[in-house]
């Protein structure tokens, strides 16, 4: 018996060699091809890096095609507060007078009280009365309210 449990310890033994002595060869077979020097693991970070800008960029790209935001084609403007509206004169207001033989431009007063609704801070110098063979016109210069600020706008 002991000779045969001496030569079951011997091929235990033996196995044991062979398996370790199998693992320690493919362990240093494996472990080979991934050493690199300094310079390849430079260029493997440097790939790496390169390959997530160029990701990154193309999944921006996607996020701004996908998310545009909603344009009006045609913007409504805000309308202007009253302390700067009030410089708005309205350009339909605008007639051309003939008073001896010469055209005057003049923001008609009738029109403008029907249309503006600051005609009383109109600059009294701006005003004007013309007679005409007709009837007499009264209204304001648009040279002078424009020196003063004013503007024709179209409504």
């Keep these: 018996m002991t000779c045969f449990a001496s030569s079951s310890r011997n091929l235990h033994r033996k196995f044991i060699a062979a398996v370790i002595t199998t693992a320690i060869a493919v362990t ?11 310079d390849d693991i430079a260029k493997f970070i440097a ?13 921006d790209h996607k996020k701004d095609r996908r998310h545009r935001p909603h344009v009006d084609p045609k913007p409504h403007p805000k309308p202007l507060p009253p302390r700067v509206r009030r410089y708005d004169l309205p350009a339909h207001c ?16 009738r029109c403008l009280r029907r249309n503006y609704d600051y005609v009383r801070e109109l600059p009294n110098r701006c005003y004007r009365e013309f007679d005409t063979r007709h009837k007499s016109r009264r209204g304001y210069r648009p040279g002078c ?11």
């Design 28 to 38: 240093g077979f494996s472990a080979a091809p991934a050493r690199a020097d300094g």
């Design 47 to 59: 790939g790496a890096a390169i390959l997530g800008i160029i990701g990154a960029a193309i999944n």
């Design 94 to 109: 605008l007639t051309s007078v003939r008073v001896r033989g010469k055209d005057r431009n003049l923001l008609g007063m």
């Design 145 to 155: 309210l424009r020196k003063h600020g004013y503007r024709l706008v179209r409504r």
